[in-house]
């Protein structure tokens, strides 16, 4: 399995997110081994992916086992919080998208 510039551009995600499976992932890495080009939107991916991480960790042991009280005064309806951090994360995914453009135009 041989992927161009674009298709491995539009895999980073899965590939830094563990989503590809083991033949996927090779053909990533061997493309990025080739591509000086698709290893500089790596990087810069990879630090995009980083900051999330780092901005949103995984929760501990003791907050997983955490048992939320009921309460009275608890919100009947969602507070909005999962999707205003639904839509930041769309808008680093837009940003970096118009980012590997215009390295695209400029290269032309």
């Keep these: 399995m041989d992927y161009n510039c674009e298709e491995v551009t539009e895999l980073l995600p899965l590939y830094f997110g563990g989503g590809l499976d083991a033949q996927g992932r090779a053909a990533v890495m061997a493309h990025l081994a080739g591509c000086k080009n698709c290893r500089i939107e790596a990087a810069a991916a990879l630090k995009i992916v980083r900051a999330c991480e780092e901005a949103f960790p995984e929760p501990d ?5 955490f048992e939320f009280p009921e309460s009275k005064d608890a919100p009947e309806e969602s507070t909005g919080a999962i ?10 995914i837009d ?14």
């Design 61 to 65: 042991e003791a907050f997983a086992r």
């Design 95 to 108: 940003a970096f998208t118009i980012t590997r453009k215009a390295v695209r135009l400029a290269q032309i």
């Design 83 to 92: 999707e205003t951090l639904t839509q930041a994360v769309e808008i680093v």
